[in-house]
């Protein structure tokens, strides 16, 4: 079974410029978490659900889909 799942690849992440993640707020599974405004978004695997629409939102490339 292939599962997918969005990975934050936090290297690429700049929250401080983002202030609140535009890829965290486009989950609509509220998979992405953002605890404070400006600090990298931290994800919940079991809610994925790899639908891309965080990777979609991100300005930096900092989210992917990996299969699995």
């Given at each position: 079974m292939n599962t997918?799942?969005?990975l934050v690849?936090?290297?690429?992440?700049?929250?401080?410029e983002c202030?609140?993640?535009p890829a965290?707020?486009?989950?609509k599974h509220r998979m992405l978490k953002q605890e404070t405004t400006g600090e990298p978004p931290m994800?919940?695997?079991?809610?994925?659900?790899?639908?891309?629409?965080c990777v979609r939102a991100c300005?930096?490339?900092?989210?992917r889909i990996a299969t699995g």
């Open positions: 997918k799942i969005a690849q936090f290297d690429k992440c700049h929250a401080q202030g609140t993640c965290a707020a486009a989950c994800p919940d695997p079991f809610l994925c659900r790899g639908c891309g629409d300005p930096y490339q900092a989210v």
